[in-house]
């Protein structure tokens, strides 16, 4: 029961508050026009091609205001597409670092090791000195003997060089092979023997991986590493490695300096030239190479033209996700294109608080200031669980205030209106973790849960595409409508929450900044076609009604050539039809809303039958779940023999301790006894259940049983991709005892 020393308060509070609306109401209709912005929120936004037919494809209804003269429209290739930037842009500001000062291992009491930066401020270079360094480093690449149509693998972190080395080849009519720095060993096995990769664009870091790997991968015949602050000890990582040819980057770029003239620099690449072999990050199994050509890296860009009439030259862009991602590849083509500063960071160095930097040296968003940036769904649901945490640590009064904050922003937010006395009071500082301009997020790849989208929205007061971050963008996973609602008040931002694939380079639906509402993925993007087919074994059909639903067909110049190597596989999930469009089936199961906006409701591989004959969504409980405060990350899992639901679930270190101190546990007990610990688990249990049912979810959705893991499931282990997708299998493999103990399986 609350207190009256929170009560009372807070009464007044709001008492104070609601005089105040009533004052001001009329300035601020008459300033605001909220009318405006909700006829704009409540417009079409998508329409069939033949409305008569349920299984017609939707196209986008809205117009951008990009002119058709741009040169984007002009362009056929990448390497075109920069060519014309670096014309267009000349000497602004291009990309933006930060060197590496010093650097030192901290171990931590519970035996992780962190490397702690010290790193030095930003250094920018203008589209003309990037260029230059592509020109070079394209020479240096034809002297180390890569050759136009030649199949390069880039396996590094996101880094400006990345960026430079991916140019080069496109310049020189290269293919790039992206490889995911935190991929498995065998699965940079995999790529690199399924690709016959001879050459190896790396970083300094990743040599010590490479070193493990290297043997089972005899076609390589050179490495070029990036250099770091230290240089790396070739004859202690590689003893037996005669044949293998080392170079640093640097050395790549005086030998492209040095050269006058190689054969094949004045080869150009073709619209339909294969621009990269994209590996996925194995979520459903092994790594497929995805086959994606200049033309279909063009046609993304052109589709997000609804984003890009927003811009202005005061915008910067902070990359941090993984650059072998398409979804950060294609964010940084994107806002390139359009003479937009990059300012490369890393998820360690980030913020002040990040694990990565020595103390007192300032996190990359906090230098930078950006006012756009792209966020996967975890991050969000970790922004608004950090800021719930600070917020309980400081009593139940403060606690209730901030709660009637968000829940006031996101009231006034919904009926088009802006509360900025309340943002700069309020929520400045929360917004002050990201620099203090973020206005445009985007968030894409899989769902966002309303709540936690009108969360950053009133928050940072972005659009969730919108703050000073003034645009944000997620993607790689499913976001809560909770934590979208939360990031959205908290943060003031435009919250975009966008949908597609590698498979169609990171484009398929977005939602646009007029759009208020939450919990969907925007409509159809620019040049792009979505159809519905039915499913009939989980029951949606695309004459559903009051909306039709069924799996996301995605079709137009955006859905790339296939797989590689894997005719089998792409005859599975490509298709071209009569007209010639070409369509990719993307397994996810979606249905469109009265105004043309699609909604993820469910994924074919996350549903589960049950003995009882119903089913159950793995996704749709687990999307409920990640905004819990026990959990840091879960996995629900079915056995189809089984009539229930289980989830092993990371807990959040800090809040089982919390519990423990309350339960009178021992404070010798380490985190793992914690998580064994049966009235623990218990307790656990409860307030899982309990937020399950907060949630709405039916009873079949709602875990039974759970298992709480110590273990933090970084992409190192296997447990998740790069993009901090579940690998289902490989968590059920490595948890399979506790599973079966839950089941009551016995060995």
């Known amino acids: 029961m609350t207190s009256l020393s929170t009560t009372v308060p807070l009464a007044l509070i709001k008492a104070v508050v609601y005089c105040y609306d009533i004052i001001t109401f009329p300035i601020y209709l008459l300033a605001q026009k909220p009318w405006a912005r909700r006829r704009e929120s409540a417009q079409r936004r998508a329409r069939q091609l033949d409305p008569s037919g349920p299984y017609s494809p939707w196209v986008r209804a809205l117009k951008h205001q990009v002119p058709d003269t741009h040169f984007v429209n002009a362009c056929h290739t990448v390497d075109e597409l920069w060519a014309r930037a670096v014309r267009e842009y000349g000497d602004r500001q291009c990309v933006g670092y930060r060197r590496v000062l010093a650097e030192s291992d901290d171990r931590q009491p519970d035996g992780k090791v962190f490397r702690k930066r010290l790193l030095d401020d930003y250094r920018f270079l203008s589209y003309v000195e990037v260029d230059e360094l592509v020109g070079v480093a394209a020479n240096g690449l034809l002297a180390l003997g890569v050759r136009p149509g030649d199949l390069v693998v880039i396996f590094a972190e996101t880094r400006y060089e990345w960026m430079v080395s991916a140019q080069a080849l496109w310049r020189i009519g290269a293919t790039v092979g992206a490889l995911y720095a935190t991929l498995t060993d065998e699965a940079v096995v995999h790529g690199m023997c399924e690709m016959e990769v001879t050459h190896v664009i790396t970083s300094v870091d990743l040599?010590?991986?490479?070193?493990?790997?290297?043997?089972?991968?005899?076609?390589?015949?050179?490495?070029?590493?990036?250099?770091?602050?230290?240089?790396?000890?070739?004859?202690?990582?590689?003893?037996?490695?005669?044949?293998?040819?080392?170079?640093?980057?640097?050395?790549?770029?005086?030998?492209?300096?040095?050269?006058?003239?190689?054969?094949?620099?004045?080869?150009?690449?073709?619209?339909?030239?294969?621009?990269?072999?994209?590996?996925?990050?194995?979520?459903?199994?092994?790594?497929?190479?995805?086959?994606?050509?200049?033309?279909?890296?063009?046609?993304?860009?052109?589709?997000?033209?609804?984003?890009?009439?927003?811009?202005?030259?005061?915008?910067?862009?902070?990359?941090?996700?993984?650059?072998?991602?398409?979804?950060?590849?294609?964010?940084?083509?994107?806002?390139?294109?359009?003479?937009?500063?990059?300012?490369?960071?890393?998820?360690?160095?980030?913020?002040?608080?990040?694990?990565?930097?020595?103390?007192?040296?300032?996190?990359?968003?906090?230098?930078?200031?950006?006012?756009?940036?792209?966020?996967?769904?975890?991050?969000?649901?970790?922004?608004?669980?950090?800021?719930?945490?600070?917020?309980?640590?400081?009593?139940?009064?403060?606690?209730?205030?901030?709660?009637?904050?968000?829940?006031?922003?996101?009231?006034?937010?919904?009926?088009?209106?802006?509360?900025?006395?309340?943002?700069?009071?309020?929520?400045?500082?929360?917004?002050?973790?990201?620099?203090?301009?973020?206005?445009?997020?985007?968030?894409?790849?899989?769902?966002?849960?309303?709540?936690?989208?009108?969360?950053?929205?009133?928050?940072?007061?972005?659009?969730?595409?919108?703050?000073?971050?003034?645009?944000?963008?997620?993607?790689?996973?499913?976001?809560?409508?909770?934590?979208?609602?939360?990031?959205?008040?908290?943060?003031?931002?435009?919250l975009l929450q966008g949908y597609g694939m590698t498979e169609t380079v990171a484009a398929g639906c977005a939602m646009d900044f007029a759009d208020l509402s939450v919990g969907n993925i925007g409509p159809p993007l620019e040049g792009i076609q979505i159809k519905l087919i039915d499913w009939p074994e989980g029951h949606y059909r695309a004459i559903d009604q009051p909306h039709p639903r069924g799996e996301i067909v995605i079709g137009g110049p955006v859905v790339a050539k296939g797989y590689y190597k894997n005719p089998e596989l792409t005859s599975e999930s490509f298709e071209v039809d009569g007209e010639g469009v070409r369509w990719f089936r993307t397994g996810d199961i979606g249905e469109i809303l009265d105004n043309g906006s699609v909604r993820i409701v469910d994924r074919k591989k996350d549903l589960v039958k049950l003995p009882t004959g119903e089913y159950v969504t793995l996704g749709t409980t687990e999307s409920v779940l990640k905004a819990c405060p026990l959990v840091d990350n879960l996995c629900c899992y079915a056995d189809p023999l089984h009539a229930y639901l289980i989830a092993l679930i990371v807990v959040n270190e800090k809040q089982i301790r919390a519990l423990a101190t309350k339960l009178h546990k021992s404070g010798d007990m380490s985190f793992r006894e914690l998580c064994a610990d049966g009235e623990i688990v218990g307790r656990v249990l409860k307030e899982v259940r309990d937020w399950c049912r907060k949630g709405r979810l039916p009873t079949r959705q709602i875990p039974e049983k759970v298992v709480l893991c110590a273990e933090q499931w970084a992409p190192e282990t296997g447990l998740v991709t790069a993009a901090m997708k579940l690998q289902r299998r490989a968590i059920a493999d490595y948890y399979r005892q506790e599973i079966n103990t839950l089941y009551g399986i016995g060995p």
């Open 207 to 494: 040599l010590t991986k490479l070193a493990r790997v290297v043997d089972q991968v005899p076609s390589i015949k050179s490495m070029i590493y990036m250099e770091g602050p230290t240089e790396p000890d070739l004859a202690k990582l590689f003893p037996t490695q005669h044949n293998i040819r080392f170079t640093p980057f640097a050395e790549v770029l005086s030998l492209g300096a040095d050269s006058q003239h190689v054969s094949g620099a004045d080869h150009k690449p073709q619209a339909d030239d294969t621009a990269v072999v994209m590996y996925t990050s194995g979520s459903t199994g092994r790594p497929k190479g995805v086959i994606i050509t200049h033309s279909n890296i063009m046609a993304g860009i052109r589709a997000y033209f609804p984003i890009a009439q927003t811009f202005t030259r005061r915008d910067v862009y902070i990359a941090y996700l993984p650059l072998a991602h398409v979804y950060e590849l294609m964010c940084e083509l994107f806002v390139s294109a359009f003479g937009m500063p990059i300012g490369y960071g890393s998820p360690y160095s980030l913020t002040d608080r990040s694990t990565g930097l020595k103390p007192g040296c300032r996190g990359d968003a906090v230098l930078l200031k950006p006012t756009f940036i792209c966020v996967v769904p975890l991050v969000l649901d970790g922004i608004r669980k950090g800021v719930g945490e600070q917020v309980a640590s400081k009593g139940l009064l403060f606690r209730a205030f901030s709660d009637f904050c968000v829940s006031y922003k996101t009231y006034w937010t919904r009926k088009g209106y802006k509360t900025p006395l309340l943002d700069r009071l309020v929520f400045a500082k929360v917004a002050a973790l990201l620099g203090g301009r973020v206005r445009l997020m985007s968030a894409g790849g899989a769902p966002l849960s309303p709540d936690t989208h009108e969360f950053i929205r009133a928050c940072l007061d972005v659009a969730l595409l919108q703050g000073y971050v003034r645009l944000m963008s997620a993607g790689g996973a499913p976001l809560s409508p909770d934590t979208h609602e939360f990031i959205r008040a908290c943060l003031d931002v435009a």
